[in-house]
């Protein structure tokens, strides 16, 4: 491995928190929470929060698609009543519905996500509910480098091993390309070999000597 590709991976974990951040939302307004415009169905089964936002989907998708959400699906839930909370005031926007919180008064919200999905953003997961609600049946589902760099950790995360090797794939085409530091960082965030293998060898601006090649 050259010099220049050593000293960007000592680099590399000053880079991670600044990338991570920016596929999350900002935290301005913590009282606010947001019914997701498209994926909020009245017919769900399964309500969860990612950031502010609340997504209410159908469990068979996610039970599919993951083993890991579909075990946590599985576990026997405690007998949920309504927790007391603050009275929010609905105001109904040209995209969505948003509840805003008020000092003064007190109530009870029934309907509590079943589960808080930390660390994840809400974009990666807008993409991932859009293979399973498309807005043509037969359409193909077609995403950018930039949005499978938003989708992968998520993947990685809950298993979905079949998104996670699409995405893969589709990064180390070479038909749509993130910078090579994105493409890094990506790389070791997900575990993928091959996409960091790749990363490294763009940035060193040549091929990787392994022990043997040396």
């Not at 007190?106 to 309907?111: F, H, K, P, V, Y």
């Not at 938003?150 to 990685?156: D, F, G, R, T, V």
């Not at 038909?175 to 965030?189: A, T």
Request: aromatic share 10%.
């Amino acid at each position: 491995m050259s010099y220049r590709a050593g000293s960007i991976i000592s680099d590399e974990l000053d880079m991670v928190t600044a990338y991570t951040s920016s596929l999350h939302c900002e935290d301005d307004e913590p009282d606010i929470l947001v019914r997701h415009e498209r994926f909020y169905f009245v017919t769900g089964d399964v309500v969860f929060q990612v950031d502010k936002t609340i997504f209410k989907v159908h469990s068979h998708f996610l039970s599919k698609a993951s083993p890991v959400l579909g075990d946590m699906l599985l576990l026997p839930q405690p007998n949920r009543r309504e927790t007391p909370l603050k009275t929010p005031t609905m105001t109904t926007g040209t995209t969505s519905e948003t509840l805003c919180v008020k000092e003064s008064q007190s109530s009870t919200l029934s309907e509590q996500p079943l589960f808080v999905l930390h660390g994840d953003s809400v974009n990666g997961w807008e993409h991932i509910l859009s293979i399973f609600y498309r807005d043509e049946f037969f359409g193909p589902v077609v995403f950018s480098a930039t949005e499978w760099a938003e989708i992968l950790p998520i993947a990685h995360k809950y298993e979905m091993r079949q998104i996670e090797t699409r995405g893969i794939a589709y990064l180390l085409s070479g038909d749509d390309v993130l910078n090579s530091m994105e493409l890094l960082i990506l790389g070791r965030w997900i575990d993928s070999k091959e996409i960091y293998d790749t990363a490294i060898e763009a940035l060193a601006d040549g091929p990787i000597l392994t022990g043997e090649d040396a």
